[in-house]
């Protein structure tokens, strides 16, 4: 069975179009707090989200959770290693954790029901 990445599962559970993806993966892993600083600092300086919006066009293509937890894990190194006091600080960026649990949840319910597939196939 042909298997789909985060990014059509995410579109699927929330309605949107994969152009979309990234804007509304964007608010939704948004700190609660951050949701109300981001756009006026992407007004400000557009380019602050940069490793935000690459974790998340990484995390749509990953296929299974592992893949997934290795993109979480490497934006996580990537705050340590470039610390800065608005985004890593006083987070105002994408919450890891909220990506990581949605991406488990997602591509997990897509494994189980690959595996019911071929359960169902023997």
């Given at each position: 069975m042909?298997?789909?990445?985060?990014?059509?599962f995410?579109?699927e559970r929330?309605k949107?179009?994969?152009?979309?993806?990234?804007?509304?993966?964007f608010?939704?892993?948004?700190?609660?707090?951050a949701?109300?600083?981001?756009p006026?600092?992407?007004t400000?300086?557009?380019?602050f989200?940069?490793e935000?919006?690459?974790?998340i066009?990484?995390?749509?293509?990953?296929?299974d959770?592992?893949?997934?937890k290795?993109?979480v894990l490497?934006?996580?190194d990537?705050?340590?290693k470039?610390?800065?006091l608005l985004h890593?600080?006083?987070?105002v960026?994408v919450?890891h954790r909220k990506?990581r649990?949605?991406?488990?949840q997602?591509?997990g319910e897509?494994?189980?029901?690959?595996?019911?597939?071929?359960?169902?196939l023997?």
């Amino acid at each position: 069975m042909a298997r789909l990445p985060f990014k059509s599962f995410f579109c699927e559970r929330f309605k949107c179009s994969p152009e979309e993806y990234e804007e509304r993966a964007f608010r939704k892993f948004l700190y609660w707090h951050a949701r109300f600083l981001a756009p006026v600092v992407r007004t400000i300086k557009p380019d602050f989200f940069l490793e935000d919006f690459k974790f998340i066009r990484y995390l749509g293509d990953a296929m299974d959770v592992r893949q997934a937890k290795v993109d979480v894990l490497d934006f996580k190194d990537s705050d340590r290693k470039y610390w800065r006091l608005l985004h890593t600080g006083l987070r105002v960026r994408v919450s890891h954790r909220k990506a990581r649990r949605l991406a488990f949840q997602l591509l997990g319910e897509a494994s189980q029901a690959d595996a019911a597939l071929w359960q169902s196939l023997k």
